[in-house]
């Protein structure tokens, strides 16, 4: 490990971006592999399930916020819910975005869970968008987010096909921020039980591209490394340079890949970012 003054310059430098009113480090944790969606066949899930427990998952929080990372999406069911409780009570300060569950049947009633549980802010699944708007339902997509609003929070949308935030964007909806996939997958849509043999197209990078840079709200960019297919600077060459000072990005990590994996991303992170960086305070909270 660095020195610890080498891990502070780090958090002192990662710029704040505001989704709604909620402030945030640029650089947000990802959960996928906490919850075992490797994106990458039925070994990578069963050593990504396996490494972590309930203490593991505590120390990556810690390994987080100790590197400069202040915040972490994750899904709104009883196991992330129940380590955050934990994790706080412990402590830990670690701001949690609320990713939707799409097995829940009564998604409203999702997100008041999440709500009362301590999110921070809460966002519509990004599968779960993308069925409803190619099921010619996106007014529950609306209907979601007046709900999130209704509860003082920051509300978002996710999608994979970033067509369909452009059509919320121009509809009207009640967005804070979007989070945009570099990919367009089919892939789990939220169902922990599939394997899905998803197709990471570099081609579609583009595309995601040009969408953020055309929505009006603060966005987050996720899949940035491909579900680990890419090292974080081959990840970040594109997105980088099309990342506003008031976007940030979503990485998952998986602790047994690098040693030290939260400092060297949050390093890259504002290395390739760094010119980019202007206008955004580093300690505005």
């Given at each position: 490990?660095?020195?610890a003054?080498?891990?502070?310059?780090?958090?002192?430098?990662?710029?704040?971006?505001?989704?709604?009113?909620?402030p945030?480090?640029?650089?947000?944790?990802?959960?996928?592999?906490?919850?075992?969606?490797?994106?990458?066949?039925?070994?990578?899930?069963?050593?990504?399930?396996?490494?972590?427990?309930?203490?593991?998952?505590?120390r990556?929080?810690?390994?987080?916020?100790?590197?400069?990372?202040?915040?972490?999406?994750?899904r709104?069911?009883?196991?992330?819910?129940?380590?955050?409780?934990?994790?706080?009570?412990?402590?830990g300060?670690?701001?949690?975005?609320?990713?939707t569950?799409?097995?829940?049947?009564d998604?409203?009633?999702?997100?008041?869970?999440?709500y009362r549980?301590?999110?921070?802010?809460?966002?519509?699944?990004?599968?779960?968008?993308?069925?409803?708007?190619?099921?010619?339902?996106?007014?529950?997509?609306?209907?979601?987010?007046?709900?999130?609003r209704?509860?003082?929070?920051?509300?978002?949308?996710?999608?994979?096909?970033?067509?369909?935030?452009?059509?919320?964007?121009?509809?009207g909806?009640?967005?804070d921020?979007f989070?945009?996939c570099?990919?367009?997958?089919?892939?789990?849509q939220?169902?922990?039980?599939?394997?899905?043999?998803?197709?990471?197209n570099?081609?579609?990078?583009p595309?995601?591209?040009?969408?953020?840079?055309?929505?009006?709200?603060?966005?987050?960019?996720y899949k940035?490394?491909?579900?680990g297919?890419?090292?974080?600077?081959?990840?970040?060459?594109?997105?980088?340079?099309?990342?506003?000072?008031t976007?940030?990005?979503?990485?998952?990590?998986?602790?047994?890949?690098?040693?030290?994996i939260?400092?060297?991303n949050?390093?890259?992170?504002?290395?390739?970012?760094a010119?980019?960086?202007?206008?955004?305070?580093?300690?505005?909270?």
């Amino acid at each position: 490990m660095r020195p610890a003054e080498d891990v502070s310059l780090a958090r002192m430098a990662l710029p704040v971006i505001h989704l709604g009113t909620l402030p945030v480090r640029r650089l947000v944790a990802g959960s996928n592999p906490i919850s075992g969606f490797s994106h990458a066949g039925a070994e990578r899930t069963t050593a990504m399930l396996d490494y972590f427990s309930v203490e593991n998952i505590k120390r990556f929080f810690a390994a987080c916020e100790a590197g400069g990372v202040d915040a972490v999406i994750a899904r709104v069911d009883a196991l992330i819910i129940r380590v955050l409780r934990e994790y706080w009570h412990e402590g830990g300060t670690i701001k949690w975005i609320a990713q939707t569950a799409p097995e829940h049947r009564d998604p409203v009633k999702n997100i008041t869970q999440a709500y009362r549980a301590g999110a921070k802010a809460i966002y519509i699944h990004g599968g779960e968008v993308d069925r409803l708007f190619e099921k010619g339902e996106p007014e529950q997509v609306r209907a979601q987010l007046e709900r999130i609003r209704s509860l003082g929070l920051p509300c978002g949308m996710a999608a994979h096909r970033p067509a369909h935030l452009l059509a919320a964007q121009d509809a009207g909806f009640p967005v804070d921020f979007f989070l945009v996939c570099m990919y367009q997958l089919q892939g789990y849509q939220g169902n922990a039980n599939r394997e899905p043999e998803d197709n990471f197209n570099d081609a579609d990078r583009p595309t995601a591209l040009s969408a953020l840079a055309r929505l009006e709200r603060p966005c987050l960019a996720y899949k940035v490394l491909g579900a680990g297919r890419k090292t974080p600077r081959e990840g970040l060459r594109d997105v980088a340079p099309a990342l506003r000072p008031t976007d940030g990005v979503v990485m998952g990590m998986f602790p047994p890949d690098a040693k030290e994996i939260v400092t060297e991303n949050v390093r890259t992170f504002l290395e390739m970012t760094a010119s980019r960086s202007h206008g955004v305070a580093a300690d505005a909270e």
